[in-house]
T-cell receptor, first 113, second 116 residues
Framework: GENVEQHPSTLSVQEGDSAVIKCTYS??????FPWYKQELGKRPQLIID?????GEKKDQRIAVTLNKTAKHFSLHITETQPEDSAVYFC????????????FGSGTRLQVQP | DARVTQTPRHKVTEMGQEVTMRCQPI?????VFWYRQTMMQGLELLAY????????DSGMPKDRFSAEMPDATLATLKIQPSEPRDSAVYFC??????????????FGAGTRLSVL
């Protein structure tokens, strides 16, 4: 089955700096890669996603890049703000058979004011 | 703002008791997922349904867990008997899938279960 590895497990940045979180996946058939943000005690919320026919997608201060050859994808947050502090999860899914998400282990991002 | 609704939000019970968690998916969504979140294991898929039929429950301990969708507006997850190691936050998520399209999943607020 699919295996998703996520790094780093914790990340601390100064307000205004950029943050990058990286994930690798094992199943070359995976073709959907969402990112979820989870604030303390809250539900995971989708912040951005990318499909395998696209290499990069941007939405204001966040962007995701995908390298299908290397089987890795990354989340980029620019001009970080204290409200970006949360746990971020990457995930991967495949069309074939089991179309559920396999999640990475999460990255706790702390933005220092 | 359509949301997935989960009840109860918190449940404290004693070992051996039955626990039932409920989920109301977003109206019109045809896929429902159950996840368990713990500090040690992260987010784990337990089971999911499409058009009320179970597609995958391989992540669920079959001897004590069961998941059903009595109708399109209700999904249930039961644990009987419950054990302290079942203590976790249980999330339900729903999505809309058709053919080979991939589901975007929207999560409920979760049920925080504590088994003493």
């Amino acid at each position: 089955g699919e295996n998703v590895e996520q790094h780093p497990s914790t990340l601390s940045v100064q307000e205004g700096d950029s943050a990058v979180i990286k994930c690798t996946y094992s199943d070359s058939a995976s073709n959907y890669f969402p990112w979820y943000k989870q604030e303390l005690g809250k539900r995971p919320q989708l912040i951005i996603d990318i499909r395998s026919n696209v290499g990069e997608k941007k939405d204001q201060r966040i962007a995701v890049t995908l390298n299908k050859t290397a089987k890795h994808f990354s989340l980029h947050i620019t001009e970080t703000q204290p409200e970006d502090s949360a746990v971020y999860f990457c995930a991967a899914s495949t069309y074939t058979g089991r179309r559920a998400l396999t999640f990475g282990s999460g990255t706790r991002l702390q933005v220092q004011p | 703002d359509a949301r997935v609704t989960q009840t109860p939000r918190h449940k404290v019970t004693e070992m051996g008791q039955e626990v039932t968690m409920r989920c109301q998916p977003i109206l019109g969504h045809n896929t429902v997922f159950w996840y368990r979140q713990t500090m040690m294991q992260g987010l784990e898929l337990l089971a999911y349904f499409r058009n009320r039929a179970p597609l995958d429950d391989s992540g669920m301990p079959k001897d004590r867990f069961s998941a059903e969708m009595p109708d399109a507006t209700l999904a249930t997850l039961k644990i009987q008997p419950s054990e302290p190691r079942d203590s976790a936050v249980y999330f339900c998520a729903s999505g809309l899938g058709a053919g080979t399209s991939v589901d975007i999943q929207y999560f409920g607020a979760g049920t925080r279960l504590s088994v003493l």
